[in-house]
């Protein structure tokens, strides 16, 4: 199946600095991925639809000046969680659908912790 | 609105044969996605519907019938590493998918 790496699995950052997380799909071009935020022993929230070459799409409640994504390529979307705060701690996991099929492949997450 | 069901949790016994429902209201329908999670791990894809009937995967089969907003995962045989939160997903066109809250699964010796 399609493979989806997410960079890094773990973080640790001050309240008011930001982190950058990256996903890749490594064997399928991907024109569309997609971000998800989970707390713990709750579903999966879509965050955004990230489109290559243009700008993403977010979901009602997500603030797009915090949460900066960006589709620089067929392989690799980026998500930066800007002045991160406590409250924005969370597994995030971005995930991709390979063209002209139904599936969704999800990357292993990135467990953010903001101290 | 938009609303997916499934319980959730249930247990289960090792051999055993397990069936989980999940009951959905979208306003676009494309497919049904079951997914697996492990604690602390994202999910992994287990099996996409679009059309009414069964689709059997191993030890895992995955049912829809879209006339009644059903789906079920069907999982044979079960196995103590089958421990671990069942996704239901609507695919609801335009690429989005809901997610359900999950259902924990407990295989017990």
């Known amino acids: 199946g399609a493979v989806v790496s997410q960079h890094p699995s773990r973080v640790i950052c001050k309240s008011g600095t930001s982190v950058k997380i990256e996903c890749r799909s490594l064997?399928?071009?991907?024109?569309?991925m997609f971000w998800y935020r989970q707390f713990p022993k709750q579903s999966l929230m879509l965050m955004a639809t990230?489109?290559?070459?243009?700008?993403?799409?977010?979901e009602q409640g997500v603030e797009k000046d915090k949460f900066l994504i960006n589709h620089a390529s067929l392989t690799l979307s980026t998500l930066t969680v800007t002045s991160a705060h406590p409250e924005d701690s969370s597994f995030y996991i971005c995930?991709?659908?390979?063209?002209?099929?139904?599936?969704?492949?999800f990357g292993p997450g990135t467990r953010l912790t903001v101290t | 609105g938009q609303n997916i069901d499934q319980p959730t949790e249930m247990t289960a016994t090792e051999g055993a044969i397990v069936q989980i429902n999940c009951t959905y209201q979208?306003?676009?329908?494309?497919?049904l996605f079951w997914y697996q999670q492990h604690a602390g791990e994202a999910p992994t894809f287990l099996s996409y519907?679009?059309?009414?009937g069964l689709e059997e995967k191993g030890r895992f089969s995955s049912f829809l019938s879209r006339s009644k907003g059903y789906s079920y995962l069907l999982l044979k045989e079960l196995q103590m590493k089958d421990s671990a939160s069942y996704l239901c997903?609507?695919?609801?066109?335009?690429?989005?998918?809901?997610f359900g809250a999950g259902t924990r699964l407990f295989v017990k010796a």
């Open positions: 995930s991709a659908r390979v063209q002209g099929l139904g599936e969704q492949y």
């Open positions: 064997d399928f071009q991907a024109t569309t």
């Open positions: 990230s489109n290559e070459g243009s700008k993403a799409t977010y």
């Open positions: 979208t306003s676009g329908f494309n497919g």
């Open positions: 519907n679009v059309l009414d």
């Open positions: 997903a609507a695919d609801t066109g335009g690429f989005k998918t809901i």
